[in-house]
């Protein structure tokens, strides 16, 4: 028997890529490759890319540099790039990069057998196609081996909201919805596999339409899934929150008391010019309902600050609405400049200004996360058990509101949903007991 192949991914990005990783193992897994942790012994070398800031796309062309001294050591490597990067660069990274074989973007990653064989074979492969069929009916099912407690579950993709600063539209293209009982299936497979929460993944995921009832619908239904104990879901969209999902939030229990809903800014003028469609009066309304549904809701959002023409007044908008709203924890970007996207033609904002707001808008995030996870001292929480702790006899899991918790219980934990008192807070995590 001839030995199998070794495949290392290295994901970029976000967790949808988290995800597109997992399933390219799977498919290449018909080609006889199994997964390795190190890119050293490595038959086949893949970079699961993010282009959503300059920096992010930047460590690719980097990467590839390294990669390139490993290949002139060991000529049989076969070096892939997928995600993207190589949906909007493949061109590009074939020709600026001797050293790839293969360009994938995320619409075609079910074509990487044959391009894998393309390869061995000598070509050089690219696919950044948008085809007609589905990827995820031509990706074989799912393998049934044991996995860990929590799991990603692509059920929409793609955008067609088009915030002036986002390549999203145009990487990953038209929002599509998988049809909600391929969904389910998925689902089922996952929790005999050991899987207790899953978190629905998609650019846009509360515009999924792919049920009749909406992404409230499918939760609905994932929520009878014996052995599923927890459902989340990310990213949404202010506009496509419907009152269903609202509702959802205070009468499925399974559904967790977290929700990441990006706002980007607190300027009405700001908004408008990246294309937002809302005002932050109406986030703040949003925000009053959703509470009113599950009053102890955790909410988060991502920010951008420096975004072209912004003031310090606008600015300090968006601090105001931070403050109005109390944040559980929040991702901030400085504003990065992306081709083809309409802000890009815009003049941008002096660096050092961007710097400063970032830091200031950093501190408020910060102090707020903090006062936040001290408030659950003293509180009663559930705890889905992941992995073993550093510290022997620890073992550290996730609360329902995505707080790390560790624990001192036996690693038998794992798997299981158990209710923690909570007795410390740390920087980044907090620190409870079983009751
Ligand atoms: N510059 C900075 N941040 C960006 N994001 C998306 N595009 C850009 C950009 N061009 C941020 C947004 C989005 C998150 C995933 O990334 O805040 O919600
Ligand atoms: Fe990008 Fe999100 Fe806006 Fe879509 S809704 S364009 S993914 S920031």
Redesign the pocket.
């Known amino acids: 028997m001839t030995p199998p192949k070794k495949l290392f991914i290295k994901t970029y990005g976000c967790q949808m890529n988290v995800y597109d990783s997992e399933r390219m193992a799977e498919a290449l897994g018909g080609q006889g490759y199994v997964t390795t942790d190190t890119q050293d012994d490595a038959d086949l070398i893949l970079l699961n890319t993010c282009h ?2 300059e920096k992010a796309s930047e460590k690719v062309f980097s990467e590839l540099g390294r990669l390139k001294l490993l290949k002139d050591e060991r000529p049989n490597l076969k070096i892939g790039v997928a995600g993207c990067v190589a949906q909007a660069e493949g061109d590009e990274i074939l020709r600026r990069a001797p050293v790839v074989d293969l360009v994938v973007g995320p619409q075609s990653y079910h074509r990487l057998p044959a391009m894998e064989a393309a390869v061995q074979a000598g070509a050089r492969a690219l696919d950044t196609d948008f085809p007609a069929e589905d990827k995820f009916e031509e990706l074989k099912a799912r393998p049934k081996a044991a996995r860990g407690p929590v799991a990603f579950l692509t059920v929409q993709e793609g955008c067609d909201k088009f915030c002036a ?2 390549v999203v539209p145009y990487t990953r293209g038209a929002e599509v919805s998988r049809p909600a009982d391929r969904i389910l299936t998925e689902a089922r497979g996952l929790v005999e596999a050991g899987v207790r929460e899953i978190t629905l993944l998609g650019q846009n995921v509360n515009a999924y339409h792919g049920h009749p009832g909406g992404l409230a619908g499918l939760i609905d239904d994932l929520a009878k899934v014996d052995g599923l104990e927890r459902i989340r879901y990310t990213t949404s969209h202010p506009n496509d929150m419907d009152e269903a999902l609202i509702v959802a939030h205070g009468t499925q229990p399974k559904l967790m008391p977290y929700l990441h809903l ?1 706002v ?1 800014s607190g300027s009405d003028r700001i908004l408008k010019a990246m294309n937002r469609k809302h005002t932050a009066d109406q986030y703040v309304d949003l925000i009053a309902r959703i509470r009113a549904a599950r009053p102890d809701i955790l909410l988060s959002s ?3 600050v420096g975004f072209p023409t912004e003031t310090e007044a606008e600015f300090q908008q968006t601090l105001d609405l931070i403050r109005t709203i109390g944040f559980g924890m929040s ?1 901030t ?4 400049t ?1 081709p083809g996207t309409p802000a890009a033609e815009k003049p941008q904002l002096p660096d050092d200004v961007t710097t400063d707001r970032l830091h200031r808008l950093q501190s408020l995030i910060t102090k707020q996360q903090r006062s936040v996870q001290e408030s659950m001292v003293g509180r009663d929480v559930s705890v889905l058990f992941e992995k073993a702790g550093r510290m022997p006899g620890q073992v550290i899991g996730k609360s329902d509101y995505l707080h790390a918790v560790h624990v001192p219980a036996p690693v038998q934990m794992i798997g299981y949903v158990r209710r923690v008192r909570i007795t410390t807070s740390g920087p980044n995590s907090l620190g409870g007991e079983l009751i």
């Open positions: 959503i800031r600063f986002c990006p980007q991502d920010f951008i991702y970007f400085k504003y990065s992306r």
